[in-house]
């Protein structure tokens, strides 16, 4: 059975046009798959001062990836910061953060990895800005030079200050005594009475001598009346 020059051509035209729609859709299969392209990183500062890095997927097929960020010192890792994962990502982008108290011109190095799709560094590594951010401070130091306060202050107490007297000029000197001068009230009746602590010996003395003078008398008198006989 042989083939008509015009069926050949049909046959031909419908198989270039085939070729073309499966080159077409296999392209557009390609754009829409998970690439490396479609991570992005940035460092940044949050809301309250605080470094951050920030990293994005706007892969719109939606395929679960796997973030890592290390610190890079002379083109090798120094520390890893941590490890993230992104599910469910959109054309509009979904983004994880890592807390990184990163340090100006920093260098860090992303890599992605999404099962049968990514497994590579977004590139160029990523550099931080040349300025730090500013954290805020739970205890802000206290000024160098208070404001004095407007409340006057008390004085010192006076008394405190004042010299104490010396004895001399402490002890008040007692008046003479003279007799129009009234005397304590013990030593009155003393005055008044004449005893004092020699009281006992003298009337004892006196007593004595009374005695002696008595005898004396009475010895005498009768001597003188045996005379008269």
Same mark, same amino acid.
């Given at each position: &059975?042989?083939?008509?020059?015009?069926?050949?051509?049909? %046959?031909?035209?419908?198989?270039?046009?085939?070729?073309? %729609?499966?080159?077409?859709l296999g392209v557009a299969s390609n754009a829409m798959a998970c690439?490396?392209?479609?991570?992005?990183?940035?460092?940044?500062?949050?809301?309250?001062?605080?470094?951050?890095?920030?990293?994005?997927?706007? /892969?719109?097929?939606?395929?679960?990836?796997?973030?890592?960020?290390?610190?890079?010192?002379?083109?090798? /890792?120094?520390? &890893?910061?941590?490890?993230?994962?992104?599910?469910?990502?959109?054309?509009?982008?979904?983004? %994880?953060?890592f807390s990184e108290d990163w340090e100006p011109n920093a260098e860090?190095?992303?890599?992605?990895?999404?099962?049968?799709?990514?497994?590579?560094?977004?590139?160029?590594?990523?550099?931080?800005?040349?300025?730090?951010?500013?954290?805020?401070? /739970?205890?802000?130091?206290?000024?160098?030079?208070?404001?004095?306060?407007?409340?006057?202050?008390?004085?010192?107490?006076? /008394?405190?200050?004042?010299?104490?007297?010396?004895?001399?000029?402490?002890?008040?000197?007692?008046?003479?005594?003279?007799?129009?001068?009234?005397?304590?009230?013990?030593?009155?009746?003393l005055a008044e009475t004449g005893a004092d602590s020699n009281t006992?010996?003298?009337?004892?003395?006196?007593?004595?001598?009374?005695?002696?003078?008595?005898?004396?008398?009475?010895?005498?008198?009768?001597?003188?009346?045996?005379?008269?006989?």
């Amino acid at each position: &059975m042989s083939i008509s020059p015009r069926t050949a051509r049909s %046959v031909r035209f419908l198989g270039v046009v085939s070729a073309s %729609v499966a080159l077409v859709l296999g392209v557009a299969s390609n754009a829409m798959a998970c690439s490396i392209r479609d991570f992005s990183a940035k460092a940044e500062c949050d809301a309250d001062g605080k470094g951050v890095i920030s990293v994005t997927d706007v /892969d719109p097929t939606g395929v679960t990836a796997e973030v890592s960020v290390y610190l890079e010192n002379n083109g090798a /890792d120094e520390r &890893m910061v941590g490890t993230r994962t992104i599910e469910n990502s959109t054309a509009k982008g979904v983004t %994880v953060t890592f807390s990184e108290d990163w340090e100006p011109n920093a260098e860090y190095r992303i890599h992605i990895k999404a099962k049968g799709y990514v497994d590579e560094d977004i590139k160029p590594n990523l550099t931080t800005p040349s300025e730090a951010c500013e954290q805020e401070e /739970d205890n802000p130091p206290a000024p160098e030079n208070p404001k004095p306060s407007d409340k006057p202050s008390t004085p010192a107490d006076t /008394d405190t200050d004042t010299p104490a007297p010396s004895e001399s000029e402490s002890a008040t000197p007692e008046p003479a005594g003279d007799g129009n001068s009234p005397s304590p009230e013990g030593d009155s009746n003393l005055a008044e009475t004449g005893a004092d602590s020699n009281t006992p010996v003298i009337a004892g003395i006196a007593a004595a001598f009374l005695a002696v003078g008595a005898g004396a008398i009475h010895y005498s008198t009768r001597r003188r009346g045996a005379s008269s006989r």
